[in-house]
């Protein structure tokens, strides 16, 4: 039988904890992972994935900084992360 969504995060948040790790580390994570997903998802298209995300191109540029994603990470091969300004 296939578990519901809930049971499966159960099942890895125990697993989680069983690692060691801290509530700060699988947020981390779990952040970069989502975030992940959506540029995946959007084919790195900022605006799309934030949109997808419910938050602001901005917010998302300054969580892909955060987070040190780089384009390779999503399978892309155009510029990723806040943009220099010169």
Do not use: C, W, Y
């Not at 799309?48 to 390779?72: C, M, P, Q, W």
């Amino acid at each position: 039988m296939r578990k519901d969504l809930n049971g499966e995060l159960r099942d890895l948040v125990s697993e989680l904890v069983d690692r060691g790790l801290t509530l700060g580390q699988a947020r981390r994570e779990f952040e970069r992972q989502f975030i992940l997903a959506a540029l995946r998802s959007n084919s790195g298209s900022m605006s799309s994935s934030a949109k997808s995300l419910g938050i602001h191109r901005n917010t998302l540029r300054n969580k892909v900084g955060e987070l040190g994603i780089d384009s390779a990470d999503f399978g892309f091969r155009g510029k990723s992360g806040p943009r220099s300004r010169a």
